[in-house]
Structures are given as structure tokens and as C-alpha cells.
């Protein structure tokens, strides 16, 4: 029979990836999510009944071990990147990882993969970088031989990053930005997705790797970049400060707490100001893609293969410019 992963997380956006590539390796995958009946679409990334969806809840314990049953490895991609109601950090990135490892080492799971983000640090300047590094902490403690990736910026056709900000310049004249000094080095996604692949293969060894692309840039370098590729020119990148973005986070947060649920804070929050403030790329002398045998891919390999919906005239646009340049 062949062997089992469970992937918690495996129908967002980086868990999707692995779980693809998992099946392409021959593994039954059992992708491990809240609300499975949205995530029926992982069904086709394999034969029928490799891979299925199955309900969990990383915050209760008994749910992750039933989710685990049988499994020879176990790859968690759960995270969130704003509070909303029970879905805390401590809870979810923190304690949620801490449960995993819990019933992974209790269970036997040969091998655990845990995707965790540059800049986890227990006494970071964010809660979210506090819990990433609190997850990592609890992780080794319960597994210490597993593989703890950290990215940064995941760029790809489904992510938050680009895909934003290029919808935005569609209709705004100016890009507002916070943190637009702060250093990025985008990772592609299906690069952490093979870096996942050889932890759980036993390919990669025990420890922790930062995974960064060929390209370290500026926040406001990327969105300039991003611009051209959609062919906005027009659209000024313009830095916020941080005590006004502080001030603007601070009020979403407060609009979120007071509206009972009605409205979720995905435009800015005081604590993505925190961890927006500080570089996100790969530290001196840590592993990464490099020492895994895999080549970063660069951001113009990928990113004109989705952005170009964004452009005046989506696919259409070359050819319109063609156009203009024929003679009456």
C-alpha cells in the first residue's frame, strides 16, 4: 500500500502546492482543513481516492489526531496573518503547531514538515513573528528531527501579495504602501512546495531552512516591478509613514472588534505594521533552496503568466498596442 501524508492546510494556497506534488510522488494525501466541502477541488490533483479532504480543527488536539491516523508523515502549512474571533495567533500558530508535533511524536509519524515564516522570533516585534517563532520552538521540542521551512514573501498565481496590489492599481492612481524600504525576497511556490516534498522524502535533513528567491528588493522596488509588468506606468508607489499606517492599522482593528464579526480587517492591521517595518529576507549562513538542490525561480519567469489580467484589456493588450502603431 503506498504511504499516507496529511497535509494540515492542504487546500490553501502553499499547502495546495505540496499536496499536487505529493500525489505526483505516488502518496495518498489527506488534506486536513476546516471546512472540507471547500476543498473538493484537491480531489483532482490525484487518481481517484488519493487525495481527499478530511475535517480538522488545529486547535483541538483529538481532531488533529484523527486526522493523522495511519499517516507516515505529516506536513503542517496552517497559518493566518490577522486575528479573527477563536483563530488567534497563540492558538493557531503557536498551539496549533505545538498539537501537531504532540500527537505526530506520540503517533510515531516517521517524518513532519513544518512551514513556519522568516522572521518566527519568540520575542519578535509582532505577534505574528512571536507565535511563528513559539510554533517553531514547540515543533523542535515535541519533533526534533523535523524540517521547519520559512519563507518569505510566497509569490504565485493564487497569492495575496501581488495579485493585490495589482488589482488595486486598476483603480487607484496611487499605490499607498507601508514599510516601502523594508527589504522582500520573494519565493515562488511550488519551489517551497518541493522543498516540502524533500522533508517529508527524508530528502531534505533534520533543521530549519530559509527560503528566498534569486531577488532581494524593496516593497516599493516589487510594486514598481509589479507595475510594469500590468503596464500601469501611471501609478505612483507612494511609502506611508509608519506612525500614520500604525494609526490606520489601529483603526481597522478597532472597526473590526466593534462591527461583532460584520467586517474582517484585511486591509491593514497594527501588527502588520510591526512586521512590515523589519526586512524579510534570508539571514547570513542559513540553508535554504540552494543547499536543498533546487533553483530559485525568478519572479519575471512567473509572475506576466498571471498578473496579465490587470493590464488595460487583460490578454488583449499587446495586441491593441499593435494596433495603435498601424497605419490609417
Avoid at 496552517?78 to 505545538?98: C, D, K, P, S, W
Avoid at 507601508?178 to 517551497?192: E, H, I, K, L, W
Wanted: include cysteine; charged fraction near 20%; glycine fraction near 10%.
Amino acid at each position: 500500500m503506498s504511504r499516507l501524508v496529511t497535509i494540515f492546510g492542504g487546500s490553501g494556497f502553499v499547502g495546495r502546492y505540496i499536496a499536487r506534488r505529493m500525489a505526483q510522488e505516488g502518496w495518498r494525501v489527506r488534506v486536513a482543513v476546516r471546512r472540507p466541502n471547500e476543498a473538493l477541488f484537491v480531489r483532482t490533483y490525484g487518481a481517484v481516492g488519493q487525495v481527499e479532504p478530511v475535517l480538522c480543527n488545529i486547535r483541538d488536539r483529538d481532531s488533529v489526531a484523527a486526522a493523522m491516523k495511519g499517516a507516515d508523515a505529516v506536513v503542517n502549512c496552517v497559518g493566518i496573518l490577522n486575528e479573527v474571533g477563536r483563530n488567534t495567533f497563540g492558538l493557531v500558530q503557536h498551539h496549533g503547531a505545538e498539537h501537531i508535533a504532540q500527537e505526530a511524536a506520540s503517533a510515531g509519524v516517521a517524518r513532519m514538515v513544518h512551514v513556519s515564516a522568516i522572521g518566527a522570533d519568540a520575542h519578535g516585534p509582532s505577534l505574528y513573528s512571536q507565535s511563528k517563532g513559539l510554533g517553531e520552538k514547540a515543533v523542535l521540542e515535541h519533533f526534533p528531527d523535523a524540517v521547519i521551512l520559512r519563507p518569505s514573501i510566497v509569490f504565485g498565481p493564487e497569492d495575496q501579495f501581488f495579485n493585490r496590489f495589482a488589482s488595486m492599481a486598476r483603480f487607484l492612481p496611487v499605490l499607498p504602501i507601508t514599510g516601502a524600504g523594508s527589504r522582500f525576497q520573494p519565493v515562488y511556490v511550488d519551489d517551497v512546495a518541493q522543498a516540502a516534498v524533500m522533508g517529508v522524502t527524508g530528502k531534505a535533513a533534520p533543521g530549519i531552512y530559509e527560503l528566498g528567491g534569486p531577488e532581494a528588493k524593496s516593497f516599493a522596488d516589487l510594486m514598481e516591478d509589479m507595475l510594469e509588468i500590468v503596464r500601469r506606468p501611471g501609478t505612483w508607489v507612494i511609502g506611508l509613514p509608519l506612525p500614520l499606517s500604525a494609526a490606520m492599522g489601529t483603526a481597522f482593528d478597532l472597526l473590526q472588534s466593534l462591527s461583532l464579526g460584520l467586517f474582517t480587517n484585511s486591509i491593514l492591521t497594527r501588527d502588520q505594521v510591526r512586521s512590515l517595518s523589519q526586512d524579510n529576507v534570508v539571514g547570513a549562513g542559513m540553508p535554504g533552496l540552494p543547499e536543498l538542490g533546487i533553483a530559485p525561480t525568478a519572479m519575471d519567469a512567473v509572475l506576466p503568466e498571471y498578473l496579465w489580467r490587470y493590464r488595460p484589456a487583460g490578454q488583449f493588450y499587446e495586441v491593441r498596442e499593435s494596433a495603435k502603431r498601424l497605419r490609417p
